[in-house]
């Protein structure tokens, strides 16, 4: 018999979930704020990873995770801390004469990954390695040169972290082992398939992208370059969700309310925080899982009043 975890007796219903648990963090620019709501109510349900993929802003919450994870409580307290300082001018520097510049200058991106890379060094070690981490993570990545996904495990966190979250367009690509690597969201969006490569017995999904939240109407040329992006990585969850669940248990967790928001927008992250938390947790509470099988799914949205 698999080992198993167990959610606490206070729960309304017992969840068992067969080990390695994997949790699984997808990417949507600043709509990964959700996932640190999401952590907390994970953490007071007594679930915590065994191991975590991540692609683009969800391997940055994973790495977060899977450095201080040794405490699922304090990493996710220490990761609302530093989404409630983050800003667009750091992620995605300058307005949008610098924008012009920055795309006649490199002809493929709108942004410098320089405020990322800071980001990083400040909240990860600009030398930290994945040895250094406290639990198993893989970063997904597109390789350019035939646009399969490129899972990344061991090495620098640094450029594998810049290269899942370098969106054609937005930022530049990134050299990694001799070549070039953009966002893994191309590809991989929710990497579950990546978790059960590296073992997982049951996943976590953590998809900020999909659940309930639409992109606002593209306003600026930075803002259609990630409208485009988002669309075209919703349909990916949708098509492999199933097929992980015909394995393993796939526990998904529901989205907040919907909310019309850019994915460059950071001025709403209290709030998408507090509703992805309310929304997990009362779906948690509730849940009930019997072998695999898909606990929730795509585009599914929290009922109001529960």
Not at 116 to 144: C, N, Q, W, Y
Not at 218 to 225: D, G, I, W
Request: with cysteine; net charge negative; aromatic share 6%.
């Amino acid at each position: 018999m698999p080992e198993t975890t167990t959610l606490p007796a206070a729960s309304k219903a017992s969840t068992a979930l067969p080990r390695p648990i994997g949790f699984v963090l997808g990417g949507g620019g600043s709509l990964g704020a959700m996932q640190v709501g999401m952590l907390r109510a994970l953490a007071e349900a007594g679930i915590a990873p065994d191991l975590l993929t991540g692609t683009s802003v969800g391997s940055l919450n994973a790495a977060v995770l899977a450095r201080y994870g040794k405490e699922p409580e304090e990493s996710a307290r220490r990761l609302q801390a530093i989404w409630q300082h983050m800003t667009r001018h750091e992620a995605f520097p300058g307005g949008v004469l610098s924008q012009v510049r920055t795309l006649r200058h490199s002809r493929t991106n709108l942004f410098p990954n320089t405020g990322l890379a800071a980001i990083i060094a400040e909240h990860l070690g600009a030398g930290t390695t994945f040895d250094d981490l406290s639990a198993p993570l893989g970063v997904v990545t597109t390789k350019v040169d035939n646009a399969e996904p490129l899972l990344i495990r061991s090495g620098e966190l640094l450029a594998p972290l810049l290269a899942s979250c370098a969106i054609p367009g937005i930022y530049p690509p990134v050299e990694h082992d001799g070549g070039l690597l953009y966002d893994g969201g191309l590809v991989a969006n929710v990497p579950m398939r990546q978790a059960l490569a590296m073992g997982a017995r049951s996943l976590v999904v953590l998809d900020c992208a999909f659940p309930g939240q639409l992109p606002a109407p593209p306003q600026t040329f930075a803002e259609v370059m990630m409208f485009t992006a988002m669309v075209s990585m919703r349909n990916q969850a949708v098509l492999e969700a199933p097929l992980a669940a015909a394995e393993v248990p796939v526990v998904y967790l529901p989205g907040p309310a919907p909310m019309r928001l850019s994915p460059l927008d950071f001025s709403r992250t209290e709030q998408l925080t507090e509703q992805a938390y309310l929304a997990a947790r009362n779906y948690l509470a509730e849940l009930i899982v019997h072998g695999p099988g898909l606990y929730g799914g795509p585009g599914l949205v929290a009922p109001t009043g529960r």
